[in-house]
Each structure stands twice: as C-alpha cells, then as structure tokens.
C-alpha cells in the first residue's frame, strides 16, 4: 500500500497535466494579474495574463488584442478558455494574454476603427496598431517569468485585424500570427460594403443598436446600453425608415464612425488607408502566417481569401490559409462542432479537425518547436457538396480553368454561348417599395444561416430571374473565385446587381428520414453577392448609366470551393435588390447617403442574353 502510495504521489504531476482543463483546473494551475503596459507615446493599455504555474520549463506567449473587452475585469475572474480548443493551449502550458485595444475598455488612449497602419513612423508620437503590439510584446518577453521569448498572434474577425496588424508589427519576438475571419476591407468586401453597397443591417446594428460606435469618455467595465427599436422584425424595421437619412437620425451626432460611412460614399482616401493588404509586403520573413475563415462566413469571408491571397503575392514568409464550411468564428466552437450550416449538413465535425489537424500544431511548432508544420499545406480548404478536406500546393488550384456558363433565353443555362444575333434579354421590374427580402420570414437580426440558405423563396418571385442547367451528368467541382459578367440595360440611372450561384438538390433528396426540413429540390445558396452599379467602371469614380444602353456590370465574388454532384443542377438567380442585407439603391444617380423618399423609383432592369451581348458567369472549374 505504502509503495502505491509513492507511485501515485510520483503520478500527480502527470495525472493533472492529462486531465481536462475545466473552470477549477485552470484556477488551480494559472495566475492571473491584469496590469498597465506602457506604450511608446505614455498611454498604457489594459492586460490580463494568464501565466501557468508550472516552472519545470519556458512558456510560450499566445496573444489576442480586441476591442470587444478582454473581461471578466478582477484578478479572480478568469476568463473561459476552457469550453473550446483553446483548453488545449492551456494542457501545453501557453501564457495567455489578452489586451483592450487602445481606447477601448479599461485601455487609455483614443480609438480609431481600423486605425490606418503607418510605415513610416516618426518618434514617439506616431503610433498605430502595429506599434501597440510591438510595444506590448516587447513589455511581455521582458517582464514576464519564465517566458520562452517566443509570442503568437491570433484573434477572430476585429482581433483577426488586429493579429494582422502584429504581423506588421515585425517585432523579432514574433514568430506566428493567424489572422482569422480579418477585419480587412471594409468597402470593397468585409462587414459594412461589399463592392460599394452598404451592407445596412450589419452596420447600423453594430454601430448604433448594439452600441459598439457610442463613445467612451474613460477607461470603464461597463459596456454601452443597446437600443430599443419600435419592431424586431427587421424588414419592417429598415423600411419604415428607409432612407439613410433617417436612420442616421437614431445615432445622432455621437457615433463618429456612422458619420464617416456617410461622408465617404466613394472609395476614396479614407478607404484606401484602411486596406491592410496594401502593407503585408512588410511582414518579416521570420514571421508565419495561417490565414483561417469560412466559405460561409456573412462578415469577413472577403477577408480570409484576401488577406491569404495580398501576403502570397508580396510578402516572403511562410503564408498558409485554411478555409471550412463555417459561419463566422465556427471554427472556435461558436454554438457548433462545424458539422453542419443551417440545413445543409457536412458529414464531420470540422471545426475538431481544424484544431487538432491545424492551429495546434500550427502554434506548438513555431512557438514550442514541438512537431513539425510540414501537415500542413499551402491551402487546405473543405469541399461542400463533397463534404471532403482538400490540400493544395497554391490557391486557387493550378489545375482549375475558367468556364464560362451562359445564361439563355427561357430561362436556361449551359456552356454553350447563344449564336442568335438578334437581341434577346429577360427582364424583371425593381421596386424599392417592395425589396426583395434576403431570407424567408419574419427575422430579428442577420441571420449566419442565409449564407446557405433554400432560395426557392426567391425563385418565386418575379423580380428575381431563375436559370438553370439541365441535371447533371457528372460531378462538377470548383474551386476559387466566380466572375458575374453582365450585359445589362437599365430604364433609370443606377441599379444595385445580386448574383447568386445555387445547387439546386435533386427532388428525391434527403438526409435522413428524420429531416425536419424538405430537402427534396433544396435550392442551396453556394455564393452570393452585391453589386452596385454605379462602381462598374471604378470604385473612386462612381458613374451612372445611360437609361436603356446594354453596359457591361462585371464583377468577381469570392472564392467557393463546392462540387455539384451528379444528379444535381446548377442555378444562377438575379435581382436588384437584397433587404435588409443591403440598403436599397434608389435607383436614381443620387447620394445615396443623402438621398430622399422621393429620390427611390421604380426601374425595368434587362439581362441580355443574345450572341453579341451575352451574359455569363465565369466558373473556376476543378479538373479530376
């Protein structure tokens, strides 16, 4: 008994390193102290770290900085890192840090969205969001115990912007960064534009119902007050106050963002500083990076794909990207295991893959320099409609050809390009006062399921065109970016273009029997997007169009990766409107930011389709 006694004792150091971290396990094996680190102009910013108790060996830093609060706020409230893969960083020792971004929170300072990045600092003075991280790590490796001196960055979505802006940081402590779901572009394709359209719901309920754009006088703990609106059916909503004009009204003179948004209609400097992709060349070669997101995300997919794509083609480090079939932050355990979106199912629980199979041994190896980052490939990106992981050695794949699928008069849609040379067009008449809603039924807020959503909503109205191949033969994969190539005519002067590429399920599909939802004919959306008009020449320069000349409107969604199985369809659905997605163009070349009841009219839109103006959507085809 005596000598099992010993073993066990002898045991305990080990027994407690394999047990699963829990609320109790990391109280009892982490300290926590929250403190002021000092930036180089004297503003300090707000910390926790979490440091492991165990002196047997160095640790390695693993960092987020955020603007959403690094709470809870006490040296005894710890924050759960627990419920996701993230306990996995405790089990290999991690020191965690996590900061409130400069004028957030408990942080001093002043903030400023998306704070442009400035290369050519100048004293102390000039400071930026890479400054901050390079200020904060170079604090941590020199005050913090039994560190290793060696830090990661990463963060979802805002604090993807930040874990990008470490990367520029270029401190010689860094030796990881994973950008995820970033913060990067937001006019041409991230949260609040997609090629120039406002994408009004999300902007207007995080800046002023949510609160995030009220200002903060001080440092505090206590966030702002959401605000109470007269209907939470959200259609309702935006179209009693339809105008940007009046919906400006509810943020009043307090919320500096919202008024930017209104005063920069146009891609003009205020945007162009805020593309980080025009800075990545400087990412030190020392420096990894592992782009995640997810082809479904409604927020910042633009992000991941472009982010991954602007460091591939300037910067000379060693650049990954991994994408899944998630909504924004599934990858992390948010409310889902990533088998599924909506009613479309995955087949696996993905979003365990990824973590175990990616970001774990993507940080042990440059942090920890345990195992080896060989796994992991270029791009390793999920298949749906196969439901299968895929690993490349470039992205998009240097065995995928552009195909351009064509749509037909009556509705049909092939590789063949029309041969009549007579003009032929299908239209629809747009009408502001009637939206064509993004999503079927009454909604409270954006929903993250739209992304593959049932479209046969949709397809039955008459203000959305429907084409549609015949049944698939074989199987069609592909892989990369669509390009929506239009010949279009227009009876008013602006007009926004939504494009949607669907896989349209066969009419004996099913899941299982126990499906709670028709999945015979299921018309998935596989990739969506808007369009506004006005930018078809240039983003800088917006122009309008000659009432009833066929224009040319061409544009590049992001990225799908996607195999339409045999027995399936191809489906390619166009409208002009997507509410409340987007806010509603008035289809008049006004601003639209200032624009009046009386500036929104009705417009008769034409998508020609004859041998001279043909339209098309050009697909990036995944050879066998």
Not at 91 to 116: A, H, L
Not at 305 to 316: D, H, S
Request: with cysteine.
């Amino acid at each position: 008994m005596k000598r099992l006694y010993w073993i066990l004792l002898a045991l305990l150091p080990v027994l407690a390193h394999a047990q699963t971290p829990d609320s109790t396990w990391f109280r009892n094996h982490y300290t926590k102290q929250e403190i002021y680190i000092p930036m180089r102009d004297g503003t300090k910013l707000f910390t926790s770290i979490y440091a492991p108790t165990d002196q047997a060996e160095k640790h390695p830093i693993l960092m987020s900085r955020t603007p959403y609060s690094c709470a809870p706020y006490g040296d005894k409230a710890y924050r759960n890192f627990w419920s996701n893969h993230y306990k996995e960083y405790l089990k290999e020792g991690y020191i965690m840090v996590v900061q409130d971004v400069r004028g957030r929170w408990m942080s001093e300072g002043t903030f400023e969205d998306v704070r442009p990045f400035n290369p050519g600092k100048k004293g102390k003075t000039e400071v930026d969001e890479a400054s901050d991280t390079y200020d904060t790590i170079d604090w941590l490796i020199k005050n913090l115990p039994n560190n290793n001196e060696k830090v990661g960055v990463f963060g979802i979505s805002y604090p993807g912007f930040y874990a990008t802006m470490a990367a520029l940081s270029n401190h010689p402590a860094l030796k990881a960064t994973s950008p995820q779901a970033p913060v990067t572009e937001w006019f041409l394709g991230d949260d609040f534009h997609h090629n120039g359209a406002l994408m009004l719901m999300d902007a207007f309920n995080f800046y002023i119902r949510r609160g995030f754009g009220m200002p903060r006088p001080k440092p505090t703990t206590v966030g702002p007050k959401p605000m109470t609106v007269a209907t939470k059916d959200s259609y309702e909503f935006f179209m009693r106050n339809g105008t940007l004009p009046q919906l400006t009204q509810f943020a009043g003179d307090s919320v500096r963002f919202w008024k930017d948004l209104m005063a920069h209609p146009n891609y003009d400097a205020f945007w162009q500083s805020r593309n980080v992709r025009n800075f990545v060349g400087t990412i030190a070669p020392e420096t990894a990076t592992l782009i995640v997101g997810g082809l479904f995300d409604a927020e910042d997919c633009y992000g991941a794909w472009n982010t991954y794509k602007a460091i591939e083609g300037k910067a000379k480090n060693n650049n990954k990207i991994i994408m899944g079939p998630w909504f924004h932050g599934q990858w992390a355990g948010r409310g889902s295991d990533g088998s599924s979106l909506g009613h479309v199912q995955f087949g696996s629980p993905t979003s365990e893959w990824y973590a175990t199979n990616v970001e774990i041994p993507f940080f042990n190896y440059y942090l920890k320099g345990k195992g080896s980052a060989d796994p992991i490939k270029e791009a390793t990106v999920f298949f749906t409609g196969e439901n299968q992981w895929h690993q490349f050695e470039k992205w998009p794949p240097a065995s995928t050809t552009e195909t351009a699928l064509y749509l037909q008069p009556s509705g049909n849609l092939n590789f063949t390009k029309p041969s009549s040379a007579t003009d032929s067009f299908t239209a629809y008449v747009s009408d502001p006062a009637k939206p064509v809603p993004y999503a079927e039924g009454v909604i409270v807020n954006r929903t993250r399921e739209y992304m593959t959503d049932d479209q046969r909503f949709a397809a039955a109205r008459p203000d959305v065109l429907v084409f549609q191949t015949d049944v698939l033969k074989e199987d069609l994969t592909l892989a990369g970016p669509l390009t929506a190539d239009l010949q279009v005519s227009i009876s008013g002067t602006d007009a926004d273009f939504v494009v949607k590429l669907i896989d349209v399920f066969p009419d004996d599909f099913e899941y299982s029997k126990t499906d709670k939802y028709l999945m015979n004919g299921y018309q998935m959306l596989v990739r969506g997007e808007v369009m506004r008009g006005r930018f078809r020449n240039s983003f800088e320069k917006p122009v309008a169009f000659v009432p009833d000349q066929v224009t040319t409107v061409k544009y590049t969604l992001p990225d799908i990766a996607h195999t339409f199985k045999k027995g399936h369809r191809l489906m390619v659905q166009i409208q002009s409107s997507w509410f409340p997605l987007v806010d509603r163009n008035p289809q008049k070349f006004v601003d639209i930011y200032h624009a009046k009841d009386a500036d929104f009219q009705k417009a008769t839109i034409k998508i020609h389709h004859s041998g001279k103006a043909a339209s098309r959507i050009v697909l990036p085809v995944l050879k066998p």
